[in-house]
């Protein structure tokens, strides 16, 4: 597929050569080899911009929720059937952050701070660094 988005930015900066394919559009497979060529943490695979390209820290977050998938799971820890989920959930949150004007428009987001409640089933969310970042999930689900 013809990425002018990705051309452009190769273009324009030759330093971000080192990218990874742009995460939206990605087929399944492609995805689960990217994701399952480290070993560690799966929110640091998803920030990883050599690995894949555009999956900022909110959207992780938004994704691995909406997965219900732990943000420290060993990425090799996971299996086809979590890593298809995790494909589909993160190009569903492309697409809604599109429609919505952000990334900041996620379900999960809001209640991303102390005393914040999943608004899925109502656990208290917890937080950690993951992969460098101020990272937050839902202990309950995302196990
Ligand atoms: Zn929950």
Redesign the pocket.
Same mark, same amino acid.
Request: hydrophobic residues 0%; glycine residues 12%; contains cysteine.
């Given at each position: 597929m013809f990425d002018k988005r990705r051309l452009g930015r190769v273009r324009l900066d030759p330093d971000l050569s080192g990218l990874g394919p742009d995460a939206e559009g990605m087929e399944p497979a492609e995805f689960r080899d990217r994701l399952l060529r480290g070993t560690s943490a799966v929110k640091a695979r998803l920030l990883d911009q050599s690995v894949l390209a555009g999956v900022g820290n909110l959207l992780a977050d938004e994704t691995l929720w909406q997965a219900r998938i732990s943000p420290k799971a060993p990425v090799r820890d996971l299996t086809r059937t979590d890593l298809d989920r995790l494909h589909r959930n993160l190009d569903r949150a492309l697409e809604r952050a599109i429609a919505n004007g952000g990334v900041h428009t996620g379900e999960v987001i809001e209640h991303r701070h102390p005393g914040g409640h $999943?608004p899925? $089933?109502?656990?208290e969310m917890v937080h950690g660094t993951v992969g460098g970042r101020s990272t937050w999930w839902?202990p !309950?689900? !995302?196990v």
């Open positions: $999943c899925r $089933c109502g656990t839902c !309950q689900e !995302q």
